[in-house]
């Protein structure tokens, strides 16, 4: 079990850049992947022999692969713009944790071997060699990095670290050095479907639970199907969606939303996860095959639309990957962009007026909202720019009567991440995830004291897991991040007539 | 000729052709190799001349080191643009007749008083190196020395106010050295310092994190449009992984 004696951050009014600490979170690092979950995903099972030169050659690799890597391992001028900008350096003080001090550590390799200076001056130009103490350094610190790419949005040259610890993962991936949490669920999801490996009796069992849970509720049949052809709509949701809080609310909510809207849909078996940590590991295989079950079943299943549950990393990779790595999505009813987010699809019906709220139904309830990193930062949402921003918020505002922004500095694009995202939620690494929640429980503290909010909404499955073990840690109750949806299933007015 | 003469100019022929060949080498690589995936941060623009504004702002403006960090911002900013005023002065060495607009009062004033503006914002730049502890770890030498290299550019170019240099030869040096017929370079300590300095910084700059320069329009989160749900966006290499249909 993860080490829990830590020493606790203190909240502050006004958050400070910390003075740094060397080695600070230089101990953490996640538990391995075993050799039957890296075989699964195409992988060495253990370090290999030979491993320096592999991963310079994957390193070379990658390089005639990536612009993203080729250009920024190039052009970082060591401003320090970006230093005080990553949830976890402000969390943990490790300097490794500063976005330059994290991509140096891969820079410095590159510089050692790719580049003229640090073959001949390694010393001048902070050029070093790739040794053991790198690579466990690498697989720390490439480790502490959720991905969120906020740093990217601060830096002159928009270097962006997601796409250095994408690749170190990757590196260390093809020498048999792996991560246990994400590749483990990668290999659930290939061989089962979803990350939780819920297969489809345990899944159909779960959503006619639900389907009760629900009838009690509101006295409505809302259906949550799972396998129906020739539905309009595949929901392609989070796993997490099917029994964890506040999660299962939300998933409650869309069912709502399309059932008040008369959309027939449906959920799949083959593809029962809307997460993607194919991303998180840098995986463009393995990101692609995840991707590809989605596609599959819209073909078997013969819908006319994909529509996306509340997911930050699952929607990027939809939004912004899924039309590249499964397209083209010809089959599809061409009126609707591919694929949809169900905050779209419900801001859609509203603004048309097919379903209305009642937002004293949320009356008990002062909200915010935590806008996910990936949805934030790496989405888009209506096709309008800044949509990922204003849609969720407009949704929110419609079925609340309360709400409240936090500080503006820590939301929008510049919201700070949960501290859990790129695939470092897992029990391993508590520590680091419950310092990186830091800045984000500092902002919330804020509006929780001016404004009396009571809850925070987020559309991300890893965020309200994350949040709810954060909440708990810092103070506040486990049960003050809710869904979107289940605000918005709160207040959508049921027309029981049809009954 | 005099030894300085062929010196010099060898080397600035040598250094010329690094920094042409160079750059060019890495825009052919930057070009060259794929971004298979839309990664661009917000705000993103939709059309290619949403692009062509955006990377104008950040080029000009700076923008998202504005948003970042005042005073790196502030003395990066006009470093750069003192630069460019220095740039535009320096335009009078190798065009003759001199462009109308170069040998205007306004423009000569400006490259001159805004290379001590250039030298304060360096030493602003350097400060933060030195004092600021997140910076001052992230610094490798090479860091200090490429600062202390253009203050050395600076200052002895702003020296030659008070050490007499005649211009008019360097600038018979120059276009010798343009038009192959060469000409006495003066041997002023101050000018071939400020000469000798200028050939290390083009022999240094494309093996260097002066690559920012072309880096910035090659930057996929700021050179991409947000189309992805429209177009597939996919790589050469990615199409060889093609399954479906």
Redesign the interface.
């Not at chain 1, 039957?36 to 995903?41: A, I, K, R, T, V």
């Not at chain 1, 003229?116 to 490439?142: M, N, R």
């Not at chain 1, 499964?326 to 987010?341: C, I, K, S």
């Not at chain 1, 695939?423 to 310092?435: A, P, S, V, W, Y």
């Given at each position: 079990m993860a080490n829990t004696e830590f020493e606790k951050p203190e909240l502050k009014k006004y958050s400070e850049?910390p003075?740094?600490e060397?080695k600070a979170t230089s101990h953490l690092a996640p538990f391995k992947s075993k050799e039957e979950f890296q075989s699964s995903l195409g992988y060495p099972g253990e370090l290999v022999d030979n491993w320096q030169e592999k991963a310079l050659d994957k390193m070379g690799d990658l390089?005639?692969?990536?612009?993203?890597l080729?250009?920024?391992l190039?052009?970082?001028?060591?401003?320090?713009?970006?230093?005080?900008?990553c949830h976890y350096y402000l969390g943990t003080k490790d300097?490794n944790n500063?976005p330059?001090?994290r991509q140096?550590l891969l820079r410095s390799v590159y510089r050692r071997y790719f580049?003229?200076?640090g073959k001949f001056f390694p010393?001048?130009?902070?050029a070093v060699d790739l040794t053991k103490e790198v690579l466990d350094e690498w697989y720390s610190y490439y480790h502490q990095c959720s991905q969120c790419?906020r740093c990217?949005?601060?830096?002159?040259?928009?270097?962006?670290t997601a796409?250095i610890s994408m690749a170190a993962r990757e590196i260390m991936d093809s020498v048999g050095v792996g991560q246990k949490y994400c590749n483990e669920i990668i290999g659930k999801v290939h061989k089962i479907g979803n990350n939780l490996g819920l297969p489809e009796p345990a899944l159909a069992d779960t959503l006619e639970g639900l389907e009760e849970d629900v009838k009690d509720d509101t006295g409505i049949d809302v259906k949550y199907p799972l396998d129906q052809e020739n539905s309009e709509v595949l929901l392609v949701t989070p796993s997490a969606d099917f029994f964890a809080e506040p999660h299962v609310d939300g998933l409650i909510g869309y069912g709502k939303v399309l059932h008040q809207a008369g959309i027939s849909w449906t959920l799949s078996s083959h593809a029962s996860e809307a997460a993607n940590f194919g991303m998180f590991i840098g995986s463009?295989?393995n990101m692609?095959k995840l991707a590809?079950r989605i596609?599959e079943a819209a073909l078997d299943l013969k819908v006319k639309r994909i529509v996306f549950g509340e997911c930050g990393h699952a929607w990027r990779v939809a939004?912004?990957?899924l039309?590249?790595l499964?397209?083209?999505f010809d089959f599809l009813d061409p009126r609707y962009?591919?694929?949809q987010h169900i905050c779209e699809v419900t801001h859609d019906l509203m603004k048309k007026k097919i379903i209305k709220f009642d937002a004293s139904a949320n009356d008990d309830m002062v909200l915010t909202y935590h806008d996910s990193c990936n949805v934030?930062?790496?989405s888009?949402m209506g096709?309008v720019?800044?949509g990922?921003f204003t849609i969720p918020r407009e949704l929110i505002k419609a079925s609340v009567n309360n709400y409240f922004d936090m500080d503006e500095n820590t939301i929008?694009?510049k919201t700070y991440c949960c501290g859990g995202g790129g695939g470092l939620l897992t029990d391993d690494l508590i520590e680091l995830r419950m310092k990186g929640a830091l800045p984000r429980m500092e902002a919330l503290k804020n509006v929780v004291e001016e404004h009396g909010v009571t809850h925070m909404a987020a559309i991300c499955a890893i965020c309200k897991s994350q949040f709810s073990k954060a909440l708990s840690y810092y103070g506040f109750e486990l049960d003050q991040i809710v869904s979107l949806h289940q605000l918005v299933g709160n207040a959508l007015i049921m027309n029981k007539k049809e009954l | 000729m005099s030894l300085v003469t062929v010196v010099y100019g060898l080397l600035f022929y040598f250094a010329f052709l690094i920094l042409v060949i160079g750059l060019a080498y890495r825009i052919y690589e930057y070009a060259k190799v794929p971004a298979p995936l839309k990664i661009p941060t917000p705000p993103a623009p939709k059309t290619k001349q949403g692009v062509a504004v955006r990377i104008f702002r950040e080029v000009v403006l700076f923008e998202s080191l504005f948003h970042s960090t005042k005073w790196t911002w502030l003395f990066g900013w006009l470093f750069h643009f003192t630069l460019l005023l220095a740039a535009f002065r320096h335009l009078r060495y190798f065009t003759d007749p001199v462009w109308f607009w170069v040998s205007w009062e306004i423009v000569q004033a400006a490259g001159h008083y805004g290379g001590y503006i250039m030298v304060l914002a360096l030493f602003g730049l350097l400060g933060r190196r030195v004092f600021v502890d997140r910076v001052r770890y992230i610094s490798s030498p090479s860091d200090y020395l490429m600062l202390i290299l253009i203050i050395g550019i600076a200052v002895s170019g702003l020296m030659m106010k008070w050490f007499h240099t005649d211009i008019f030869a360097v600038k018979q040096f120059f276009l010798g050295l343009m038009y192959f017929n060469w000409a006495e370079l003066p041997s002023d300590f101050v000018l071939l310092l400020h000469l000798g300095l200028v050939i290390a910084l083009m022999i240094i700059f494309p093996y260097s994190k002066l690559l920012h320069a072309p880096g910035l329009f090659f930057s996929p989160t700021r050179n991409q449009t947000d189309t992805a749900r429209d177009n597939r966006h996919i790589a050469d290499w990615a199409k060889k992984l093609e399954t479906h249909k």
């Amino acid at each position: 079990m993860a080490n829990t004696e830590f020493e606790k951050p203190e909240l502050k009014k006004y958050s400070e850049v910390p003075k740094l600490e060397e080695k600070a979170t230089s101990h953490l690092a996640p538990f391995k992947s075993k050799e039957e979950f890296q075989s699964s995903l195409g992988y060495p099972g253990e370090l290999v022999d030979n491993w320096q030169e592999k991963a310079l050659d994957k390193m070379g690799d990658l390089l005639g692969r990536y612009r993203s890597l080729r250009v920024y391992l190039d052009s970082c001028i060591q401003c320090g713009a970006c230093t005080d900008k990553c949830h976890y350096y402000l969390g943990t003080k490790d300097p490794n944790n500063m976005p330059v001090g994290r991509q140096n550590l891969l820079r410095s390799v590159y510089r050692r071997y790719f580049t003229l200076p640090g073959k001949f001056f390694p010393k001048l130009v902070g050029a070093v060699d790739l040794t053991k103490e790198v690579l466990d350094e690498w697989y720390s610190y490439y480790h502490q990095c959720s991905q969120c790419r906020r740093c990217a949005v601060f830096c002159p040259i928009g270097i962006d670290t997601a796409e250095i610890s994408m690749a170190a993962r990757e590196i260390m991936d093809s020498v048999g050095v792996g991560q246990k949490y994400c590749n483990e669920i990668i290999g659930k999801v290939h061989k089962i479907g979803n990350n939780l490996g819920l297969p489809e009796p345990a899944l159909a069992d779960t959503l006619e639970g639900l389907e009760e849970d629900v009838k009690d509720d509101t006295g409505i049949d809302v259906k949550y199907p799972l396998d129906q052809e020739n539905s309009e709509v595949l929901l392609v949701t989070p796993s997490a969606d099917f029994f964890a809080e506040p999660h299962v609310d939300g998933l409650i909510g869309y069912g709502k939303v399309l059932h008040q809207a008369g959309i027939s849909w449906t959920l799949s078996s083959h593809a029962s996860e809307a997460a993607n940590f194919g991303m998180f590991i840098g995986s463009y295989d393995n990101m692609k095959k995840l991707a590809l079950r989605i596609r599959e079943a819209a073909l078997d299943l013969k819908v006319k639309r994909i529509v996306f549950g509340e997911c930050g990393h699952a929607w990027r990779v939809a939004y912004s990957f899924l039309n590249t790595l499964a397209g083209p999505f010809d089959f599809l009813d061409p009126r609707y962009p591919v694929p949809q987010h169900i905050c779209e699809v419900t801001h859609d019906l509203m603004k048309k007026k097919i379903i209305k709220f009642d937002a004293s139904a949320n009356d008990d309830m002062v909200l915010t909202y935590h806008d996910s990193c990936n949805v934030a930062r790496a989405s888009n949402m209506g096709d309008v720019i800044g949509g990922q921003f204003t849609i969720p918020r407009e949704l929110i505002k419609a079925s609340v009567n309360n709400y409240f922004d936090m500080d503006e500095n820590t939301i929008m694009e510049k919201t700070y991440c949960c501290g859990g995202g790129g695939g470092l939620l897992t029990d391993d690494l508590i520590e680091l995830r419950m310092k990186g929640a830091l800045p984000r429980m500092e902002a919330l503290k804020n509006v929780v004291e001016e404004h009396g909010v009571t809850h925070m909404a987020a559309i991300c499955a890893i965020c309200k897991s994350q949040f709810s073990k954060a909440l708990s840690y810092y103070g506040f109750e486990l049960d003050q991040i809710v869904s979107l949806h289940q605000l918005v299933g709160n207040a959508l007015i049921m027309n029981k007539k049809e009954l | 000729m005099s030894l300085v003469t062929v010196v010099y100019g060898l080397l600035f022929y040598f250094a010329f052709l690094i920094l042409v060949i160079g750059l060019a080498y890495r825009i052919y690589e930057y070009a060259k190799v794929p971004a298979p995936l839309k990664i661009p941060t917000p705000p993103a623009p939709k059309t290619k001349q949403g692009v062509a504004v955006r990377i104008f702002r950040e080029v000009v403006l700076f923008e998202s080191l504005f948003h970042s960090t005042k005073w790196t911002w502030l003395f990066g900013w006009l470093f750069h643009f003192t630069l460019l005023l220095a740039a535009f002065r320096h335009l009078r060495y190798f065009t003759d007749p001199v462009w109308f607009w170069v040998s205007w009062e306004i423009v000569q004033a400006a490259g001159h008083y805004g290379g001590y503006i250039m030298v304060l914002a360096l030493f602003g730049l350097l400060g933060r190196r030195v004092f600021v502890d997140r910076v001052r770890y992230i610094s490798s030498p090479s860091d200090y020395l490429m600062l202390i290299l253009i203050i050395g550019i600076a200052v002895s170019g702003l020296m030659m106010k008070w050490f007499h240099t005649d211009i008019f030869a360097v600038k018979q040096f120059f276009l010798g050295l343009m038009y192959f017929n060469w000409a006495e370079l003066p041997s002023d300590f101050v000018l071939l310092l400020h000469l000798g300095l200028v050939i290390a910084l083009m022999i240094i700059f494309p093996y260097s994190k002066l690559l920012h320069a072309p880096g910035l329009f090659f930057s996929p989160t700021r050179n991409q449009t947000d189309t992805a749900r429209d177009n597939r966006h996919i790589a050469d290499w990615a199409k060889k992984l093609e399954t479906h249909k």
